[in-house]
């Protein structure tokens, strides 16, 4: 568990902020200290419900996120992802564990420091927008750095040109309850952006809108990252979405963390028939990446790949070109081995035996 | 078996002596802290009396403009403005322009009495659990306790005028500020409080500028509440010498000039009809930015 670009205190560069999760508890309910040794005894969470009248939210869970990436945490309602999230800016306090963000353990924090570290370093997108609703677009944009105390005119410079790069110029004296949902949260995404904390917590931030929409919003993510480069903690219960968006992938399942790697690890080897299920279904040829099919040896005569390319844009390229191979290049150019299509048309189907493993 | 046909009693002995006791005991507080008491509320009776000052003495046309205004500014409806005009000249016309004059600034002084001393209530309540569970009680007292009664304290306290009534008027219609300020500020949306917590709000930001704001249009509700039922007490509090629309009425009844009587009845219900549009159009436009509803 080591963290090779955090533990700075001093960071300048925001995306070097990275969040650390250690050991993390927590346990609802009246008296949850006094179970705590039980749960990391191995008490189970139906024993602690029905004997005991406390609820496991999360059980040990040891997350490293990386400053500057996108981390998902994938699970199903339930599953404590919510709960997990809100950790990071505490407004759930832990019954256990540590939570370094930038080397900061935000458990320690006292209630000012909390704030200060609100204000400064996180700024979250919520599921249901939670905007406010006797606040225009700009004013609700600028409501982060109303409550840091800048000046109106500052704050209004920024919010207005935040809102601009969502898409929502010319609404920006409306009213929330008179956009649309997904108008809705291009105003709670502005709000996050305007805030400019080097940490953007999205809660299920897409769940609400329909799919069209929500992949739409999911560019926008995207686009902006490439020139952000904050550390973006996103909460899903959508494996295509998790996919999509996430550098590094944590699957969550009754408090517990049950895989955590990058979309192709979980998608090729995943950890245990509940993740293979789940992953049965995904359009595998949008998440494994050539790198990962090639097969080292002499070029051939075929177009020529990214390694990074996911290999169903590399079966696009081949069918294109009316050739049966690709030559797989590294970022610099350098021919790193061959992809064939009969391999690509291989990985994209599920493997059988993934599926009959399923109970 | 006497007993179970006849109520075991206390005695009247006894009975007399608790009440001669309780009598006494707020007698003795009286004498020795009544004009401490009426000292204490000395500024509350000047700001009485600038303000009845100001509505009787100012010239009608003037003060008529002046409230049209409000009226326009509060509501932005020109029918509600004209109905306020017409109303305001017929009362004038058929005499009741100085007792309406009083009344109306009965009312503003008790409202603004009722919103300062309420509103920080309202707010400590929907704060803290505890405090809920004593004040709502103790409203619930306040509002079901006959008038009449806690008139008699006060009058012995403050004796009788101006600003006794006002106390019996504020303690009447405070109760829905109290309660709808409460209520306005536990029903704003968890998640919207989430939000400005998540946002690094401090307890008096989040006050002033998420619950305070969203509760507005409920707390206004409570206000026109209160201006209603501090209307309602305007008979009632003539009768220990507040001045006002009341004093005719209560002529009235004492030697049946039904004329007389229903004239100022009619004059208050015009005032309260004003204050009532008024004061909701306010309301209303507050919460505008939650009606337009994309569709």
């Known amino acids: 568990m080591v963290d090779p670009v955090t533990n700075n205190d001093n960071a300048e560069v925001t995306s070097s902020v990275g969040i650390e999760v250690k050991g993390l508890y927590k346990i609802f309910g009246p008296t949850p200290e006094k179970y705590l040794e039980d749960v990391k005894g191995g008490m189970s969470k139906d024993e602690l419900r029905d004997n005991h009248g406390h609820v496991l939210g999360l059980k040990d869970i040891n997350i490293n996120m990386k400053a500057g990436g996108i981390q998902v945490v994938m699970g199903l309602s339930g599953s404590g992802k919510s709960t997990l999230i809100r950790h990071i800016n505490r407004l759930i306090d832990p019954t256990a564990g540590e939570l370094l963000v930038g080397g900061q353990d935000v458990v320690k924090m006292d209630d000012k420091q909390l704030r200060a570290f609100r204000r400064e370093q996180t700024a979250m997108v919520f599921q249901k927008f939670a905007l406010l609703p006797h606040y225009t677009v700009l004013e609700n944009a600028e409501f982060g750095l109303q409550v840091k105390g800048e000046s109106s005119k500052a704050r209004r410079k920024k919010a207005r040109s935040w809102v601009e790069r969502v898409g929502l110029t010319g609404y920006e004296n409306n009213y929330p309850n008179q956009l649309s949902g997904g108008m809705q949260q291009r105003v709670g995404l502005a709000r996050a952006l305007t805030n400019d904390a080097p940490v953007l917590l999205m809660d299920e931030a897409f769940s609400a809108l329909d799919p069209l929409i929500r992949t739409d919003m999911q560019s926008v993510l995207l686009d902006l990252q490439q020139e952000l480069g904050k550390t973006i903690v996103f909460i899903t219960h959508d494996l295509d979405e998790a996919l999509r968006l996430g550098d590094q992938v944590a699957i969550l399942r009754d408090g517990e963390v049950v895989q955590q790697g990058t979309a192709q690890q979980i998608v090729l080897k995943p950890a245990d028939s509940y993740i293979s299920s789940f992953v049965r279904d995904v359009n595998r040829g949008r998440v494994i990446r050539c790198k990962t099919l090639m097969q080292a040896g002499p070029a051939v005569d075929g177009p020529q790949v990214d390694s990074s390319l996911v290999i169903e844009e590399a079966a696009r390229i081949l069918s294109a070109e009316g050739k049966e191979a690709a030559n797989v290049v590294s970022a610099k150019g350098r021919l790193l081995g061959t992809i064939t299509m009969t391999d690509i048309i291989g990985a994209m189907v599920p493997p059988q035996e993934d599926a009959i493993s399923v109970t | ?295």
Request: glycine share 8%; no cysteine.
């Open chain 2, 1 to 295: 078996m006497n007993w179970f046909y006849t109520f075991p009693e206390m005695g009247t002995e006894a009975l007399r002596a608790l009440k001669k006791g309780i009598d006494f005991a707020f007698r003795d507080f009286t004498r020795e802290y009544g004009e401490l008491l009426e000292r204490m509320f000395d500024p509350l009776k000047q700001f009485l009396i600038f303000s009845e000052r100001l509505l009787t003495d100012s010239p009608w046309p003037l003060v008529i403009l002046s409230i049209a205004v409000i009226t326009w500014l509060a509501s932005r409806s020109t029918k509600i403005v004209v109905g306020t005009i017409i109303t305001l000249l017929l009362i004038g016309y058929f005499g009741m322009w100085d007792d309406t004059m009083k009344t109306v600034s009965m009312i503003f002084v008790a409202t603004l009495t009722a919103l300062v001393l309420g509103l920080p209530i309202g707010i400590a309540m929907s704060r803290f659990d505890r405090m809920q569970k004593v004040v709502t009680p103790t409203l619930d007292v306040m509002q079901t306790m006959p008038s009449f009664v806690y008139l008699i304290p006060v009058v012995m306290l403050l004796g009788i005028g101006k600003v006794a009534g006002l106390l019996a008027v504020v303690i009447y219609a405070i109760p829905p500020v109290i309660r709808f300020t409460n209520l306005g500020i536990r029903l704003v949306p968890e998640d919207v409080l989430e939000a400005s917590e998540a946002f690094g709000t401090s307890v008096w930001q989040k006050m002033t500028k998420v619950q305070l704001p969203l509760a507005l249009p409920t707390i206004m509700a409570g206000v026109n509440q209160t201006i209603m039922m501090s209307l309602s007490m305007v008979v009632i509090a003539s009768m220990i010498g507040v001045q006002g629309l009341g004093q005719p009425v209560l002529k009235a009844i004492a030697n049946q000039y039904f004329t007389l009587g229903i004239f100022n009845g009619l004059a208050i219900v015009g005032i309260a009809i004003i204050f009532d549009r008024a004061s909701q159009a306010y309301g209303k436009r507050l919460q505008r930015h939650l009606e337009v509803v994309h569709g």
